[in-house]
């Protein structure tokens, strides 16, 4: 093959393909924060702020600590996901990890609570005590499971399992984080398993159902 053969088979290869807008992350990151407002304040107008938040006053210590340990276990989980939509290869994706070990200082202090008072953490761990706070979870992280999903289908990851996980575990965290401003419990127990409970549960879903969608 000569030299112009060449030549005219990359241009015609080449000549039907159009420029593709370069992914950023801070586009990603917009469409997520998009999506955590818009579910947080969905809860908020429908159900209204806990009272110490509404008359101006600060969250008590403990359940300021759980909320920002879930906020920073969302906001993990989100940058790992975006990072997963952007092309490379031998990404480390596993900044969330620690973030989430973090985390587990809330079932760790719920426990020794429980230990200390069992009647307490009987009622607590009721489902007529606590269930509904975890459907405000899992609703209110559609938004920002919703805006990774569209990201991470338009990206290809190369590990949709890995995604599916990350995705539920970012969207659970921020589902968590935004009931925290609605639900008035400041018991720690309650906090750990009502409002923990949505990020299992949206993990299990992103790795169930949002997994086999990113397939290429």
Do not use: Q
């Amino acid at each position: 093959m000569n030299d112009a053969s060449i030549d005219e088979l990359i241009e015609g290869l080449a000549g039907a393909l159009k420029p593709v807008r370069p992914r950023r992350v801070l586009r990603g990151g917009l469409w997520v924060a998009a999506g955590w407002v818009a579910g947080g304040a969905l809860l908020l107008w429908l159900f209204g702020m806990r009272h110490d938040l509404a008359a101006g006053e600060a969250m008590a210590p403990l359940p300021m600590l759980a909320f920002w340990l879930i906020v920073a276990l969302a906001l993990a989980a989100s940058w790992s996901a975006l990072r997963m939509g952007l092309p490379g290869v031998g990404r480390d994706y596993g900044g969330w990890r620690w973030a989430g070990l973090a985390a587990l200082a809330l079932p760790l202090t719920a426990l020794i609570i429980g230990l200390g008072d069992s009647h307490g953490a009987l009622t607590e761990m009721r489902p007529d005590h606590g269930m509904r706070c975890t459907l405000d979870g899992l609703i209110a992280g559609v938004g920002v499971g919703a805006a990774l999903f569209a990201w991470l289908k338009g990206g290809a990851p190369t590990s949709p399992a890995r995604a599916g996980w990350v995705v539920g575990i970012a969207a659970g965290a921020a589902g968590a984080a935004a009931v925290a401003l609605r639900c008035s419990s400041n018991d720690m127990i309650h906090i750990a398993l009502w409002h923990g409970l949505a990020i299992p549960l949206w993990a299990v879903a992103g790795r169930v159902l949002l997994a086999p969608l990113l397939r290429w």
